[in-house]
């Protein structure tokens, strides 16, 4: 069975996510994530050693939203680079400094989802009758009063939504790092580790409020990686690179499937049972297999 699937991802799911792939490139704001994956028979690897799924996906501008997997033997820059060579926009990222080593061209957009929590991870240690007084509170209710605003600019049209950040959100984020400036928090502590993180990556979380496009988060990539995370809980690992590209190339079309509102195994069966009859050799073929073509048969 695992090599029907395979064969099942070589044949005719590989050219499709290829053209997703195409599509996804053709948006100048994408969001990207990375897990860990365990292969047991990577090249000149051990087993025990780790290797990574990397995500890449459109934004919330998008009518036709794209999800990618890709799987590589490490959590290298060069990756994401490779990836996404000839691309140019904002992309959507944490922290993790791969991600600053990517050409200028790809301006990396921080998350401050990932900032709040290390707020908030420092709170749940002041006991709780110190809690309001503490820097972690105040810290965090910075955060939280930004994504507030953003939940106010929500219903803007892009243009409308930066001229609002602008207005009402960097002065409050301007007065938020200069409170990290002055707060005198101990940078061993986690309170004073969350304050250091916001100091140097401010240039990356200051970044959303030069298009009314881009989120206050990575939150949409991390939703799209978490059913790989789920799914790796139960089959563990991977045998070889092959079966790790494969994972990579079918859970592509049935999340990017699932993001468009279509039933997974109704997509798959159309790719399975139309794909043999077409002249693959001829690459306009391939539109037939695409999600808006089914998508506009589905509904006929």
Known sequence: ??????????????????????????????????????????PGK???????????????????????????????????ARFLEGWRGYLHADGYEGYHRLPDDMAVVGCWAHLRRKFDEALK???????????????KRYCDKL???????????PERRCEKRMEISKPLMETFFAWTDSCGAVP???VG??????QSQRKYLERYLLDGRLEISNNRAERSIKPFVIGRKNW??????RGAKA?????????????????????LKHIFRTAPNLNLKNPDQWDLLMLHHFKTTAMA
């Not at 240690?125 to 972690?136: F, G, H, K, Q, Y």
């Not at 580790?193 to 916001?198: I, N, R, S």
């Open 247 to 267: 994972s990579a190339v079918i859970y592509s079309v049935i999340e990017t499937a699932k993001e468009n509102g279509l039933k997974p195994y109704d997509y």
């Open 193 to 198: 580790k969350a304050v250091h993180y916001a």
């Open 1 to 42: 069975m695992s090599n029907w699937m395979l064969r099942c991802a070589q044949d005719w799911l590989e050219p499709v996510y290829e053209r997703l792939k195409g599509l996804l490139l053709e948006h100048d704001v994408l969001h990207a994530d990375e897990t860990t994956l365990q292969v047991l028979r990577e």
């Open 46 to 80: 051990t087993a025990q050693s780790k290797s990574y799924m990397w995500l890449y996906r459109t934004s919330g501008d998008t009518e036709h939203p794209v999800v990618l997997y890709d799987y590589q033997p490490s959590r290298k820059a060069e990756h994401p």
């Open 125 to 139: 240690i002041v006991p709780t009758e110190a809690r309001e007084d503490s820097l972690a509170f105040v810290g």
């Open 236 to 241: 563990l690992f991977a045998n070889t690179p």
């Open 188 to 190: 061993k502590l986690p």
């Open 147 to 157: 994504f507030e605003l953003e939940r106010d600019f929500a219903d803007l049209s």
